[in-house]
């Protein structure tokens, strides 16, 4: 269980928690309970980012984010070397921020498949900005594959 309460002097425990939300099952609440709780806790006071690493891109939509309008995604950290910090969009509830996913990310497995330490794409560039956030989030798609592979080695 992850500590999310603060501490005795009212303070966040930890500046760049990262929480990666998986299941091999679709259906099952992953992005529900990541779009929640990253709202609940940016209404808290505390600065959220959620990385929508989902080709399907639910968390994208459920946090106002139209995903043809968002332009770059994290396909472009993952697979094109852009900075994650461009990626970064602000929603609606002040304190919380998303990292849109795109389509592109169902083909990303595969062109992972042959990049060295490819299971690592993902905590590299996240690296960047993980100071900036109490709380990260990743939304990941419903399988065990290389996407799901780089959330959990990332958080």
Known sequence: ?????????????????????????GGV????????LAAY???????????????????????????????????????????LGALIVPTETPGLALVPSSIALAGAEVELAAVPQRERRLSRVIEAVRSEFDVMFIDCPP?????????????
């Open 41 to 83: 806790l940016a209404g808290d006071g505390r600065r959220v980012l959620v990385v929508d690493l989902d080709p399907q891109g639910n968390a994208t939509s459920g946090l106002g984010a139209v995903r043809a309008a968002a332009g770059a995604s994290v396909y472009d950290a993952l697979m094109g070397g852009t900075d």
């Open 1 to 25: 269980m992850v500590d999310l309460t603060r501490d005795s002097r009212g303070e966040w425990p930890v500046v760049g928690r990262m929480l990666a939300c998986a299941n091999q099952k």
């Open 143 to 155: 399988n065990l594959g290389l996407l799901t592979v780089n959330a959990l080695t990332a958080a």
């Open 29 to 36: 609440g992953k992005t529900t309970t990541v779009v929640n």
